[in-house]
C-alpha cells in the first residue's frame, strides 16, 4: 500500500474510534425513547440530552406561555430514572416543580403554566445515579 492508502486507513480507524466514544451515556437515544412515552394529549415540542459525566447539573431553558399545560419525562438505563432529578425554575430561578417528591423521584412531572416567560430545566443527580438520561417535553391547552 501506499502511504496515501495508509492515511486514509489510519483516519478512518481515528474517526470510527472517536464517534464510539462521542456519547458514552448515549442520551440521545434515551432521549429519542422518551417522546412517545409522554401521556396521551400532551404534544412533542423539544428533546432533552441529559450526559452530567462531568458537570453537577445540565440546564436548558424554554419559554412557556400562560394557560398551557407541560409535562417533562426522564428516561434513563436500567431502572426508571437511576438518580436523575428534573427540576422546573421561574425566570427568578425559584425551584418551581421537580420529580423529587418526598425524597422519591418519579419519572415525569406536569406543570400547569399561570405566567408567560422563560424558564429554566434543570437536571441535577442524587447518587447513586448513572449521570445519564434523556427527556422529553411536551404540551397541551
Excluded at 1 to 11: E, F
Excluded at 75 to 98: F, M, Q, Y
Excluded at 113 to 132: K, L, M, V
Aim: hydrophobic content about 35%; glycine content about 8%.
Amino acid at each position: 500500500m501506499n502511504k496515501i492508502g495508509y492515511v486514509i486507513v489510519l483516519a478512518s480507524l481515528f474517526f470510527l474510534a472517536a464517534s464510539e466514544f462521542t456519547d458514552p451515556c448515549n442520551s440521545g437515544k434515551l432521549a429519542d425513547e422518551c417522546i412517545p412515552k409522554l401521556s396521551e394529549g400532551f404534544n412533542f415540542l423539544k428533546s432533552y440530552k441529559v450526559d452530567g459525566a462531568t458537570k453537577d447539573k445540565v440546564e436548558y431553558s424554554y419559554v412557556f406561555m400562560k394557560g398551557t399545560q407541560y409535562m417533562i419525562n426522564l428516561c434513563a438505563n436500567g431502572t426508571a430514572t437511576e438518580g436523575v432529578v428534573v427540576s422546573i425554575l421561574d425566570k427568578d430561578r425559584n425551584k418551581i416543580a421537580t420529580s423529587k417528591i418526598n425524597g422519591q423521584i418519579v419519572s415525569a412531572i406536569n406543570y400547569p403554566c399561570n405566567a408567560s416567560g422563560i424558564y429554566y430545566i434543570q437536571y441535577t443527580f442524587d447518587e447513586p445515579s448513572s449521570r445519564c438520561g434523556g427527556s422529553a417535553l411536551g404540551f397541551k391547552r
